[in-house]
């Protein structure tokens, strides 16, 4: 018996969404009877999952242990957040290392739409907030429960639209999903929603340059933007809305932002009202800090006893400083002055 024939057998058939909801037309992982489309340009062949196991550098046993063992293969914990708790799913080692070759061998090979810049190479809050520098009018809008809404039809649905056969995308969207969608937590995950958002990203992107507006993405964060203010923006607001639940994704509409020039506009923590700016509160916290941190003792202004601390203030006073050249030097000129 092959693995796929193995693994057909050990799991129980997939209920889920209706077919092509949010993502490419999709039926259950693992049935048969569907051409498989071309091999997207520079992805390694796997034409069965003894293939994908030599691109994983891991054996089929150990692919297929992962597998059939899946919930064990995950901690859980819960941090908090501005409203409520998050609920972190960390894969534990060996999961990990296989879900690292993953992306290092599939996902990272493949781009994402232009509007998307979280998550990925030479792209950052900076390249995401640039574009709405000094618009009259930013919208910003939040997607909920972001992983939790890629689930593993749409995830068997990429690798299906990568080229890959039924029993492959089978194995992979086992390996990258628990509990039937995405973990938060996973190293594949980041890259796999960027991949599903595709098509949104296309939409949204067409909608607002028709509009002579700005769209972009980080994460679970969309912002628009635009030079004038003058379009009726609950109507514009809604328009969005109806683009990204038919994509199979959800707004959380408390967090729905609508900001004139008049206001302060923050994208991904920077001010962008006239020029990007980082965060007063954040060059404000830095520099008490590092008073607190002169006078006193590093020691006495490490109130969370974080390890490297030292390394930890640095790297935020680089990251004012890349943003803001001027208010960065003049911190870095006070960490100076600290006995570290």
Known sequence: MGLFDFLKDLFNPVKGPPPGKGGPPVSRPGSGGRPVRPLAAGLPPARDTGELAAILRTTPEKVA?????????YAT?????????RTIEAPKKQLRGVQRAIHREILSRVSPAEAAHGFRKGRSPRTNASPHVAKEMVIKLDLRDFFWQVTRNRVAGLFRSLGYPEDVALVLWRLCCHKGRLPQGAPTSPAITNLVCRRLDARLAAAIRSMNGDYTRYADDLTFSFREARLPMPRLARFLRRIISDEGFRVAPEKTRFLRRSSRQAVTGLTVNAKLSPPRREVRALRALLHEARLRGPEAANRDHLKGFSAVVRGRIEAVRAIDRAKGEKLLAEYRRVSW
């Open 65 to 73: 242990w992962l597998v059939r063992e899946t919930g064990r293969h």
């Open 77 to 85: 914990w819960q941090v908090p957040k501005a409203h409520g708790r």
